[in-house]
C-alpha cells in the first residue's frame, strides 16, 4: 500500500479547492512562473498525471503519448505542446477533468507495489519515487497560484515526502551541473508543519540547514530563492547546496532571483 498516493490526492485537493471557486477568466491571469496561466499549470499536471498513470497501467501507451509529446517539443514551447495533446482542455472543464482523473490514479497508486519499476522519460523509477514525484510537482506548481491569488499556504506533513526527494538529489544537484558532488552531505533539521523535528546527517557539525520544513521544499522546487525563506545556512557545502538546489529532473536550472517568487 502506498500512503503517498493519498498524500499526492490530498495535495491536489487543497489546490483544486483554492481554484474552484474562481471564474473561467480568472484561468488565463498569468502567475510568477514563466507567466504560465493557471490554465497552463492545470493542463501540466493533467498531462503529466495521464503519463505517470499510464507507466502503471499501460506501458506501450505512455511511450506513444511521450514520443508525441517529444515530436510537438520540436516545434513548440512546453505549454503548446500540452494544450496540443489535450485538445485544448481549459477552464473549469480542465479543472473538473483533472480533478476526477487524479482521484481515480491515487486509488491505482495505492494499491500498486511500492517497488515496481516504471519507465519513464529518463531513468525508470519506483512506483513510491513516480507517485511521490507527482506530489511534488503539484505542491511545487500550485505555489505559483497561491501566490498569484494572494493567499497563505496551510501546509501539512506530507511535504515530507518533498523533503526526502530534496535530500535523496543532493548529489544529482551537483552532478546535473557539471560539478563534483562535495562530501560530507550537510546536517538538515527541518521543523514540520506540525511542529515534528525532521533531521537528516546529524553528525555533520560544519556544514548545516535549520529552519521550517516548507522553507527548505520551497527551495529544492525552486519555487522560493533561499534568502526569501527563514532557513539558516552554514558552511560552504550547505550554502551552495540551497543557491543552486533541484529536486526534479531536467537540465540544470537556477531558482528565482531573490524577492521574484512572492505572493
Known sequence: MLKEAYDFRDESEALYNLVKPLNAADYDRKTLFNDWTINDVLQHLHFFNYAADLTLVDEP?????????VKLREKSSFTEATDVLLDGLKGPE??????DYYHEMANRFYEADPKKRLKWAGPS????????????????????IYD???VHRENHD????????????????????????????????LTAPSGEIWEWNVENETDRIEGAAEGFCQVVTQTRNVKDTDLKVSGP????????AQCFAGPARLPPAPGTRHA
Not at 515530507?160 to 557539471?178: D, E, H, L, P, Y
Open 61 to 69: 501507451e505512455f511511450v506513444r503519448v511521450y514520443e508525441k509529446l
Open 148 to 150: 498569484l491569488l494572494g
Open 237 to 244: 557545502i550547505a550554502t551552495r547546496w540551497m543557491e543552486v
Open 125 to 144: 523509477m519506483s512506483a513510491r519515487s513516480s507517485i511521490s514525484a507527482r506530489l511534488m510537482e503539484t505542491w511545487a506548481h500550485a505555489q505559483e
Open 158 to 189: 506530507r511535504i515530507r515526502s518533498i523533503a526526502i526527494m530534496g535530500m535523496n538529489t543532493f548529489g544529482w544537484t551537483f552532478q546535473n551541473r557539471g560539478e563534483e558532488i562535495p562530501s560530507p552531505v550537510p546536517h538538515v533539521r
Open 94 to 99: 480542465l479543472l473538473q477533468t483533472w480533478h
